[in-house]
């Protein structure tokens, strides 16, 4: 990050505090509250109750070398993120039943010392998961979603990413291939995650209260990946759509009702052209992800066990320059939280990931995160993490390294 870009972050949250703590000094930096700017008096409970929900947060990621097989060189990188919300419930506001508006956006900066270390040089994965889509203002989310037979079907379109809704899974770990949805990671050239939005609508059906079936079809446009337009709402440049099915079942197990949350889907694009205007066949994938908390404890469900799988598959076309030829990938993660009496909201974690390319050179890349997550306040998480990738970039005499990382994140 250069010096003008951390000033501006600096600027803004110093105004932002400085001009809240001058008039509700007592407001703000409340460890209870989950916001650092705390309720402003109660009018933000008040604009919440009149449909109106605003946020901001700050996520920034730092990575640093640690060790490794191949390079003495231990560099340091720092990537983060701005997000500003507005979540609108058009019930309140206009009267619509059943109605909400999301408008988000956001602003990546920085850099990924996967792209400026040596002894990373080629990873498939990223230590900096907040890295990536362009270092710019996007406009992240412009949607509008609609419920209607009681709450049983809902219709959402307008401009959004593909795992806002599908192959959706949380985001903890600062390591890429333990961090979201993963099919965008890896068909990203036609699949875009998020920051990037595109022109899309999603509809959704609850088969039962824990089951529900969807289907969605998103503009694809590369223009969207465009640093300069990052608020393009045009449809020029256009040439087909991604259009994903999924089934989503959130059972609740045992006599504690532990939750769960298991995803089977498949995409098919109908993109037939790369960036080079050559023909190439149409992409498709298919991905199954669980996650089930395991124990709870001594009947508080807050703490306890969580595990999480993730598996991806994807067909590869060797004259496609935009294919990565990953071909599959799998991760694994658990999560303890409450592990001490003392720290209720604390979490300690570990991952493993595999993402496997084809090719005569190429095998897998592994990639390992253990973090322990700190809640100071309600309102601010920190992730001290260390990270391990093997054979770096699917190589089967790739290079090893350790890198040690801090994962913080805030909301205003």
């Known amino acids: 990050m250069d010096m003008s870009s951390l000033i501006f972050r600096l600027s803004i949250c110093t105004m932002m505090v400085s001009g809240l703590t001058q008039v509700h000094a007592e407001d703000a930096f409340n460890a209870k509250s ?13 604009l919440k109750q009149k449909g109106y929900d605003f946020s901001l947060e700050y996520t920034g990621e730092l990575a640093n070398l640690l060790d490794s097989k191949n390079s003495s060189s231990h560099g340091t990188a720092y990537s983060d993120q701005i997000k500003l919300g507005a979540n609108l419930d058009l019930s309140k506001i206009l009267g619509w039943n059943d109605t909400q ?57 307008g401009r959004f990413g593909e795992a806002e809704d599908f192959n959706s899974f949380e985001c903890n770990f600062q390591n890429l291939a333990l961090c979201g949805g993963q099919v965008g990671n890896w068909e990203g ?20 209260p824990n089951l529900y079936v969807q289907v969605g079809a998103f503009e694809h446009n590369p223009e969207n990946l465009e640093r300069g337009k990052g608020f393009n709402l045009s449809t020029d440049g256009s040439d087909g759509a991604v259009i994903p099915v999924e089934v989503v079942w959130q059972p609740k197990i045992s006599t504690e009702a532990l939750p769960g949350e298991y995803r089977l889907g498949y995409s ?35 703490r306890g066990l969580t595990g999480s799988f993730s598996t991806s598959f994807f067909d590869n076309d060797t004259k496609n320059i935009d294919d990565s030829q990953i071909s599959n990938m799998q ?82």
């Open 268 to 302: 098919y694009s109908t993109v037939d052209k790369n960036s080079r205007n050559v023909s190439v066949s149409h992409k498709q994938s298919t991905w199954i992800s669980a996650k089930q908390q395991l124990t709870a404890h001594h009947g508080d469900l807050s």
């Open 331 to 412: 991760n694994i993660g658990l999560t303890y939280t409450g592990l001490f009496d003392a720290r209720p909201q604390d979490e300690i974690a570990l991952g493993f990931a595999r993402i496997h390319k084809s090719g005569a050179r190429y095998d897998s890349e592994y990639d390992a995160e253990l973090y322990y997550g700190l809640h100071p306040t309600n309102w601010l998480t920190v992730r001290p993490n260390v990270q391990y990738v093997r054979h770096i970039g699917a190589l089967k005499d790739g290079n090893n390294a350790w890198v040690g990382g801090v994962k913080l994140i805030t909301a205003f």
């Open 34 to 46: 989950p916001y650092m700017l705390g309720d402003w008096a109660g009018e933000r409970t008040a």
């Open 189 to 208: 050239d036609q699949w875009y995650n998020w920051p990037v939005s595109q022109w899309a609508a999603r509809v959704k059906y609850n088969v039962e």
């Open 101 to 157: 508006a999301q408008l988000t956006i956001t602003h990546r900066s920085g850099q990924n010392l996967t792209n400026t270390s040596d002894a990373l040089n080629g990873q498939l994965s990223s230590v900096q998961e907040v890295w990536g889509r362009g270092q710019t203002w996007r406009l992240t989310d412009l949607w509008i979603k609609k419920q209607f037979f009681y709450q049983a079907l809902d219709i959402k379109v």
